[in-house]
């Protein structure tokens, strides 16, 4: 059970851009939400960047890491999921 707990709370404490887990973040408590690499503390770095601007970006960085593909799907779909991306135009959630 513990486990499963370190997992729900390393879910829950990603930065709401990127999806970086903030327990990696060089510099914390920049924002609570966001990872200082995406955020400097009273706005965003790349603040004109889409939805699909961040998933190029972060798919180089897993392609860099050798992620397998697998991974990387299941890191662009994640993104659309995150803050960010939510309370912007980028994001569209489908309707049933």
């Not at 404490?13 to 060089?26: A, E, T």
């Not at 400097?40 to 860099?64: H, I, N």
Request: charged fraction near 30%; aromatic fraction near 10%.
């Amino acid at each position: 059970m513990k486990g499963a707990m370190k997992i729900l709370r390393n879910e829950r404490n990603r930065c709401q851009s990127c999806g970086m887990p903030l327990f990696y973040d060089k510099k914390p408590k920049v924002h609570p939400h966001y990872c200082s690499y995406c955020h400097d503390g009273s706005s965003f770095r790349d603040g004109k960047a889409t939805l699909r601007d961040m998933q190029k970006k972060v798919d180089e960085l897993l392609v860099a890491r050798n992620a397998n593909r697998g991974q990387r799907l299941y890191m662009r779909l994640r993104l659309a999921t995150l803050k960010r991306w939510r309370e912007s135009r980028a994001y569209v959630p489908k309707t049933f």
